[in-house]
């Protein structure tokens, strides 16, 4: 009886893949219903600059009924907040926390939960990246980019998650990047721990997929013009410029209203990440080389 | 101008890389010698290290093993020692003038996810061995919880084995190898690197964090134009008998896959080693996975999934343990007693 139950799965499996294929190509004709954020309770990690700042108003204006921004500087989370007060009917608040220590990701938890409430959104934004070869990277700072960019999504996703599931309502995001999937040297830190995150994201994703009130988001940018990879220099800007921290959030924005799990900025990037399933490494060396990737690196100078 | 010419440069250098795929794809390639050469191995002690330690030795090359549990690790050293004598004898017993193996096996404990070990164990092989020629990242672990059930300190602890410690131990012998422009250095990721199930989001994001550095490193080498260091990713998928041993996933798709053996996939490995090969995944069909999951829209990758039985979860039934308040202790302690078995059956790092 099993071989006879494994064999029907067999032979519905191709139906089954055309069957989502059609649904998904209709699905960009007809316009997908967009979720209400009203009363959403967001929390925004690296929230006071960058692309954190932009998610926080995008958010804001889309109806979330309160903001909560984490970060390590608060200058920026102070006037990101006070920006997002004024401009918008949500409610903002600041923390200061370092999600590379998990601790203090725990005990910022529960201070938020007491003080806001339940946090019903979460996006996992902060990233630092130290853009050097792997022989020139100090070994600490390679270290404090796994521990910023990768484990702390796993905190602030182990800190968030439960209660989410216990309402049966909620949404991670995760900020992530193309160069997860596409990896350019210079950004050996980086490239490995968006890595990381993006299994993470894809694991996290479909263990969620029996729980429909809890959703999951990964954003996949190319390079966004944001203080964080200030210096890199793409060798044809005008065919793929550097996108617009804007755009990014609102990008993001609309996917989490629609549950799209995963989102490439520009479409165009899909194009690359199948070329590079099928090309053998020596061809996709060459387009790299010829992309200037190999060199976009070198006038790197990040945030300063 | 001068862009299209570069342009049309470009795309006759792709075709080519396609053309000598395909003829690489046809006309098998030689295997190159390692007779002589120092391979270390880090995660030897048991499973795909072991079999690779023993793969390697049996083409005179001289093993260095490392690994956190020194039994298991003088275990496999000790298999590789009767490897050696039994080579050693077929040779002496054929012509007289052949050279004896000189291949020895060493070995060395080493917790690969603590930085300054790897570095002084790193110094002693260049003391007491030589200049490496190959090293082969194999050390893995995983700690077979959910996110939400696994305890903090191993989820570090497996993104520090399986992920992290390939920044030492690359950057302890690298130098060496950048200085000679002569090396290999294979990651052992595996295909949970590539395809993704849920109830294991720290294997995942390890395994697919050494693919990131994987490429990151190859893509470096490339342009500082190192062509004399090699570099080989590994992906296998679940391969019986192995880290994990009794995994639900394996039992549904075993219909669909035949069970690779260990002796098949290291063949295989080997092989893709040895040719220089950039990528190899066993079975072959998880290339077609691979390829698949970057076209097909979400919800056919999750079909694909499902019927590979790849998407078991665990987090509906998690939802409702919170709500009903009753059974959590029956099944905290079922699950505690998975935790120990599956605790008792990964062994090394």
């Not at chain 2, 890389?17 to 191995?41: D, F, S, Y």
Request: with cysteine; charged share 20%.
């Amino acid at each position: 009886v099993m071989d006879l139950n494994n064999l029907g799965h067999a032979l519905l499996f191709p139906f089954n893949i055309i069957f989502c294929i059609l649904k998904s190509c209709l699905g960009l004709f007809i316009p997908s219903r967009r979720k209400d954020l009203r009363g959403e309770v967001v929390l925004i990690t690296g929230g006071g600059r960058g692309i954190g700042r932009h998610l926080g108003k995008e958010f804001a204006k889309n109806g979330a009924k309160k903001v909560i921004l984490w970060g390590r500087t608060e200058r920026c989370l102070k006037e990101t907040c006070e920006e997002i007060s004024l401009t918008t009917g949500a409610e903002c608040h600041y923390f200061l926390c370092d999600v590379a220590n998990r601790e203090e990701v725990y005990k910022q938890a529960k201070v938020v939960r007491e003080k806001v409430g339940d946090v019903t959104i979460l996006v996992n934004n902060a990233a630092v990246v130290h853009g050097k070869s792997l022989m020139d990277s100090d070994d600490d700072a390679l270290m404090k980019t796994q521990y910023i960019n990768t484990l702390g999504q796993f905190w602030t996703t182990k800190a968030f998650l439960p209660r989410m599931l216990e309402l049966c309502h909620g949404h991670v995001v995760c900020i992530n990047s193309i160069l997860s999937l596409s990896s350019i040297p210079g950004a050996i830190d980086y490239c490995t721990s968006k890595a990381s995150s993006l299994a993470f994201m894809e694991s996290l994703t479909l263990g969620l997929l029996d729980c429909p009130g809890v959703g999951c988001t990964t954003v996949l940018p190319f390079h966004t013009n944001t203080d964080m990879f200030q210096g890199m220099r793409v060798r044809f800007p005008q065919l793929f410029p550097p996108l617009n921290p804007e755009l990014v959030a609102q990008r993001t924005v609309d996917a989490v209203r629609t549950n799209t799990p995963f989102i490439y900025l520009p479409w165009t990037m899909r194009a690359l990440v199948i070329l590079k399933s099928f090309l053998p490494q020596a061809a996709l060396e060459e387009i790299h080389r010829f992309a200037g990737c190999y060199t976009c690196m070198d006038t790197f100078k990040g945030r300063t | 101008m001068n862009i299209v010419v570069e342009f049309c440069l470009v795309s006759c250098k792709v075709f080519w890389t396609l053309v000598l795929a395909g003829t690489r794809w046809l006309m098998r390639p030689k295997e190159k010698n390692v007779m002589g050469q120092i391979c270390v191995i880090t995660g030897a002690g048991s499973g795909l290290g072991r079999d690779l330690a023993k793969e390697f030795a049996r083409r005179g090359a001289t093993v260095v093993l490392w690994d956190i549990n020194r039994e298991t690790n003088e275990e496999t050293a000790e298999i590789v020692r009767k490897i050696y004598s039994e080579l050693t004898g077929s040779v002496s017993g054929e012509a007289g003038d052949l050279p004896t193996i000189q291949a020895q096996a060493y070995t060395y404990l080493c917790d690969v996810s603590k930085r300054e070990e790897v570095y002084l164990t790193a110094d002693k092989v260049q003391c007491e061995v030589g200049n490496i020629d190959i090293l082969i990242n194999s050390a893995g672990v995983v700690s077979g919880h959910h996110l939400l059930e696994c305890p903090d300190e191993l989820l570090e602890r497996t993104m520090m084995v399986n992920c992290h410690a390939h920044f030492w131990t690359t950057k302890a012998f690298l130098p060496k190898m950048l200085q000679l422009n002569h090396g290999h250095i294979v990651t052992v990721a595996s295909s949970l690197g590539l395809l993704r199930t849920a109830g294991v989001e720290d294997y995942c994001a390890s395994k697919f964090g050494a693919i990131g550095f994987h490429e990151s490193l190859s893509h470096e080498l490339k342009a500082i134009e190192k062509d004399g260091i090699k570099m080989t990713l590994v992906c296998a998928f679940l391969v019986d008998g192995h880290i994990f041993n009794g995994c639900k996933i394996r039992k549904k798709t075993s219909p669909f896959f035949h069970q690779l053996k260990p002796e098949q996939c290291v063949q295989q490995v080997v092989r893709a080693i040895l040719t220089d090969q950039s990528m190899i995944c066993t079975p072959r069909s998880m290339y077609m996975a691979s390829f698949m999951k970057t076209v097909l829209p979400f919800e056919a990758i999750v079909c694909m999934y499902q019927f590979l039985g790849a998407d078991k979860c665990m987090y509906h039934s998690k939802a409702h343990q919170i709500n009903a308040n009753n059974n959590e202790t029956e099944l905290t302690s079922v699950q505690q007693a998975r935790i120990q078995q599956v605790s008792l059956e990964k062994k090394g790092c």
